[in-house]
């Protein structure tokens, strides 16, 4: 384990007394202890993050995933409430409220962060909210603290990361414009991404099968700015069905929701990297990410591009954007007979693969 912030709540999961009702909440970070923490009876495991339910679940813990929705678990009904600190605001805001709410009195929220994240300032944060002392200690380059519930104090303000708001337009200035939505937990989940854009711009050159229903996978939707932009660009008068896959739970919901409010033709599937998905398609568009948790990933690209020639058809296109500085075109001639570089503006290159080998 490389993450000073989980070490820490893992020895202080470690010496736990048993026989508590405890809730473990896991995001992206939390990846690389998945399998090493012992099976617990009463404690639970939520995470945003497909990958890491699926891992837990795997290590036959309690689990759930969702989008760090908390509403089913009874108030005044936890022992114990571990936390590794999340990267934005208003998820951090979200969850602190949660364990006020979700804690016994007497109840600890177990917390950690690190240094540079700005984990004192939250951890004194938290220990306000829950009405007990502050109690932050610091240990090499995190900060973790055992806070007890007393007198709750107001809650910290969350409202953005409860609900989902029009973060960008499609069609804009022709009369037709279209919003669409997002909301925090979910990575660029404020602006339109200029990778995606990018891609949009750059595909909507290419020709595209006329003629027969289209099949689409969107991998890694986000909030699905590259399919409903397809539908509405390049794609727009093709019979198509849309498959969006994503690992975070906050994409999907703003995916789905989206989809369903542009009319798309579509399903919108909880995957990591597409491994559960068995379809081919026509048609792959992929912005993948090159982050694993709070590190840069080539492996993570990869999977992507694996994921791709996987699920392309024999005499289907793929087309993948990246930053320019990623040299993929390499490992993509594992995966591809075809690779070509269709643009490149020295901040992101859009890649067209077709062939791919089996």
């Known amino acids: 384990m490389t993450d000073p912030a989980l ?12 026989g508590h009702r405890s809730l473990w909440l896991c995001d992206e970070a939390a990846r690389e202890f998945t399998e090493q923490l012992p099976q617990r009876a009463g404690t639970l495991f939520v995470s945003n993050r497909w990958d890491v339910a699926t ?12 989008d760090f929705n908390l509403d089913k678990i009874a108030s005044d009904s936890l022992d114990t409430f571990y936390y590794r600190l999340s990267k934005e605001k ?4 979200h969850i602190i409220n949660a364990a006020a709410r979700t804690l016994k009195p007497g109840g600890e929220l177990i917390i950690a962060g690190l240094k540079n994240e700005g984990a004192k300032t939250i951890l004194d944060k938290a220990a306000k909210r829950l009405g007990c002392a502050k109690a932050t200690q610091k240990n090499g380059l995190a900060y973790g603290a055992r806070l007890s519930k007393g007198q709750l104090s107001a809650p910290l303000d969350d409202s953005d990361y409860q609900r989902l708001r029009p973060i960008a337009t499609l069609n804009e200035g022709t009369g037709n414009e279209l919003p669409l939505w997002s909301k925090p937990g979910q990575f660029g989940w404020q602006k339109t991404d200029a990778g995606s854009a990018f891609l949009i711009d750059t595909v909507t050159s290419q020709a ?15 909030y699905g700015y590259l399919s409903v932009c397809a539908a ?9 069905h849309y498959t969006l896959t994503d690992n975070n739970a906050a994409a999907l919901y703003s995916a ?11 399903d919108v599937v909880a995957s990591d990297a597409g491994q559960e998905i068995n379809d081919r398609f026509d048609l ?11 590190s840069v990933s080539d492996d993570l690209t990869e999977r992507f591009i694996a994921s791709a020639g996987a699920h392309l058809n024999n005499n289907g296109q793929a087309f993948f954007v990246v930053n320019a500085f990623i040299g993929i075109e390499q490992k993509a ?3 591809f007979s075809e690779c070509q570089e269709l643009a490149n503006n020295r901040q992101f290159k859009v890649l067209k693969f077709t062939g791919p080998k089996r």
């Open 7 to 18: 070490e820490w709540l893992y020895r202080q999961y470690q010496n736990a007394s048993t």
């Open 256 to 266: 789905r929701y989206n989809c369903e409010q542009l009319g798309l033709s579509a």
């Open 90 to 93: 208003p998820v951090v805001h």
């Open 208 to 222: 595209m099968p006329t003629g027969q229903p289209l099949t689409v996978l969107d991998l890694g939707c986000g």
């Open 55 to 66: 891992r837990l679940e795997q290590a036959q813990h309690e689990v759930t995933f969702n």
């Open 232 to 240: 509405h660009s390049f794609l727009h008068g093709h019979t198509a």
């Open 284 to 294: 792959i568009l992929c912005n993948p990410p090159f982050h694993q948790g709070f």
């Open 333 to 335: 001639k594992a995966y």
